[in-house]
């Protein structure tokens, strides 16, 4: 007979910095005991379309050719790069607000605001699209807007350039420029 310990961590997410908390050692001995371990619910195995093997009901193989799908597709937001060439559907002709950020991959302080940037891009999700533009990739663009430090992050509204904040900025800044522009 086998016993096996495992050690939970529990995340506890709130509007203060997260805290978290321990719980003791579960143990489980002898043969799996499912019922101790939670079930996670955010993925789903699909039948793939092209080889046409069904799941089979109670079945906890995986058929051959099959799909894991992620069913949490709304949480899944990310900020989309951007290009000259894309620019002008994209930004300008877009009906609903967008934040577009300036950076390159060599600037750290860049690599410091993404998260920023991603964090709003999901908050924000429907109301405002977020881009980001590659200026080592698209100088044109960069140029056109007077960039001349990065990261810059470029507010544009019914295809006109609203706000603009330079450096990284902690994340309430970006937020009220946003509600501005909303």
Not at 21 to 44: D, E, K, Q, Y
Not at 71 to 83: G, K, M, Q
Request: glycine share 6%; with cysteine; net charge positive.
């Amino acid at each position: 007979m086998a016993t096996v310990q495992l050690q939970s961590l529990t995340l506890i997410r709130s509007s203060a910095l997260p805290s978290a908390t321990f719980s003791p050692p579960i143990a489980v001995t002898g043969r799996r005991n499912s019922s101790a371990l939670p079930r996670f619910s955010g993925l789903r195995l699909r039948p793939s379309a092209e080889t046409g093997f069904p799941t089979r009901p109670g079945s906890r193989t995986a058929p051959r050719g099959g799909r894991i799908a992620c069913e949490a597709r709304d949480t899944a937001v990310e900020v989309a790069p951007i290009t000259d060439a894309n620019w002008q559907p994209l930004v300008l002709e877009s009906e609903s607000p967008v934040l577009v950020e300036f950076w390159a991959p060599w600037c750290g302080p860049c690599r410091m605001i993404h998260p920023i940037i991603d964090e709003l891009a999901k908050e924000y999700a429907g109301k405002l699209k977020c881009y980001k533009l590659n200026t080592d990739e698209s100088p044109s663009t960069a140029t056109r807007y007077g960039i001349r430090s990065i990261p810059t992050v470029i507010f544009f509204k019914n295809g006109e350039k609203k706000d603009t904040v330079i450096g990284a900025v902690p994340k309430t800044t970006l937020t009220s420029s946003i509600e501005k522009l909303l």
